[in-house]
């Protein structure tokens, strides 16, 4: 539905522009005006310039069809991270613990979690976030995982958006998707979030499946419950995948270096994501999303400015929410908030 | 070259049954007349029988796009695995490593390792092949380390066969990859052998990207090395991807069980990775290779015969090398073979 509302204006146009039949939009018809969201400027400019220069075929810098991998943070760069999805879950599936155990209202860490109580989780640090971990996402199979995952997105909605998160995605993000596609380019999701858990929703967000999305993971192991050969979800962490540990599971999972990134301000995870693309031989692309959009969006700051610092001195092209993009949302994400 | 030789009686025959214009030929009329490397019998009949069934749109069998996942164990399911490649390439860069310290010839485990002495190796355990594996592929970066393989793979033949080790993989099981992709299957590797390793190769090979594939890792460090950063290759494991552990890789890698799963009879390690596959909701597919093919490849056995007493408990379906392969290799590496 929303994917519909989002193309019908774009390819109105071309069709009027070129005169061509309406009958088979293709991404190709879609993205002869790619980036629609963007304001004019340097940021969209460069993305533009970019992918023209590296898909041109007799061009110095021509980048094969096997190297055009793109890598995307998650959250606050392809949705808002203001609450984190993931803690929502958490904190839905503790609820729901506590409706069947009220104990839970009086016993920490639940009763941190149940009241968004961050400053005790925070001092508590990570025994008890593993406690809260295996509470709602261990000691279970991956599959009665995903389908606890997947109940809670049927009926989730994102609390200032009034959305479902399916619907929360930056739309000039996914005009990036489109335009990164349309050109070769495979789209990967690299997130400070739970793999499995990003898994159940990144092909209704984001159209990306889920073998292309990268994340932290827990330990499992394959064991017989029931009858039946099952992954075992241990209360374990296996990789916690943000700062340095992000080159090391793009390298795992995908087994090259980038050739375009994207990652945002908020606590500097994305730094070393962004200069391992950097590095690669060869040209590459590194995009950094500041949320200063109070009014549409959020506005926060990083406490040591580390992103922005690696930005100057590496040369990354910063996108400002507030000047860079026309729309935010994508028209029906809108269309429900002001319905509320 | 050699894909160019094995396509092209299919495609003439085609042209010539249906009298179609041979100007544009495609998979789907390559793939009109698959497996033609197999005899007729019960496991071809079974393949075929099973693709269609499950991609007949209107089916109560059919499963969608997405889900078509297929993956295929490499040493000894691929290719042969006498020798073990990796354990090849290990000697080749220790001879090289002794050409420059011939004191190595009187050292364990180089020793061991240059005369091949596997007594001595089994008996010395995981502190000798660790001391091996950190020679040869750990303290460099990943880029010194691909460029380390690829060199190899340049000039290495295989000893028995006299091609390069792309050229050694079966024909019948390239086929398989082939009617797969025309059917929109995903075609993944999970390997007990490096990640890293046969990344290199797998394009070559079997024309399967380096994303799509699943191995044993050792553990990386994101770190800056002269000025640049670099994935700084651990001696130290990770995760060996046998037995249990090839289901927690696919997890990993793909997010999901796999539709279409293939082994090979030797030490047990592909069983997990079959069940995996068999305890999907709804249909699945799984092969065991047998080396029975003393004359055109190898014929051994497995001490404990776990894999086919599990494919006779599963119903898997096995493949007789002797009985169910016309070829066992692509005709180019035949003719080099008889060159020699």
């Not at 193309?7 to 009958?23: E, Q």
């Not at 793109?70 to 958490?90: H, R, S």
């Not at 729901?96 to 989780?121: F, I, R, T, V």
Request: glycine share 6%.
């Amino acid at each position: 539905m929303r994917k519909t509302n989002r193309i019908k204006t774009p390819i109105l146009l071309v069709v009027l522009v070129l005169g061509i039949s309406a009958s088979a939009p293709t991404p190709a018809q879609y993205t002869a005006i790619p980036l629609q969201s963007w304001t004019e400027g340097p940021v969209k400019k460069a993305i533009l310039d970019f992918v023209t220069r590296v898909t041109r075929q007799d061009g110095p810098d021509f980048i094969p069809l096997r190297d055009r991998v793109a890598v995307f943070d998650n959250d606050g760069t392809l949705w808002p991270e203001q609450p984190i999805v993931q803690v929502a879950f958490m904190q839905a599936k503790i609820k729901e613990m506590a409706a069947q155990d009220p104990s839970l209202y009086e016993k920490q860490p639940y009763k941190a979690a149940l009241n968004g109580d961050l400053a005790y989780l925070m001092q508590a640090g990570a025994p008890a976030m593993m406690e809260l971990l295996a509470a709602t996402e261990a000691n279970m199979s991956d599959e009665q995982f995903t389908a606890s995952v997947k109940t809670f997105f049927k009926s989730a909605r994102h609390p200032k958006l009034g959305v479902p998160y399916a619907q929360t995605a930056y739309q000039p993000m996914l005009e990036v998707f489109d335009y990164l596609r349309a050109n070769g380019f495979q789209i990967w999701i690299c997130t400070g979030g739970g793999i499995d858990f990003l898994r159940v929703i990144s092909w209704d967000a984001y159209q990306v499946p889920p073998e292309r999305v990268i994340g932290s993971s827990i330990q499992k192991e394959f064991v017989e419950k029931d009858g039946k050969s099952v992954l075992w979800r241990k209360a374990q962490i296996q990789s916690i995948n943000d700062k340095n540990e992000k080159p090391v599971n793009i390298s795992l999972h995908i087994g090259q270096r980038p050739v375009f990134t994207a990652g945002n301000v908020r606590s500097g995870g994305d730094i070393a994501m962004l200069e391992y693309s950097q590095g690669r031989a060869g040209p590459s692309f590194q995009l950094v999303i500041n949320h200063d959009d109070a009014e549409r969006e959020f506005a926060y700051r990083e406490k040591d400015t580390s992103t922005l610092t690696a930005a100057k001195t590496h040369n990354w092209n910063v996108v400002s929410m507030k000047n860079d993009w026309k729309t935010v949302f994508a028209q029906h994400g809108a269309a429900q908030k002001k319905a509320q």
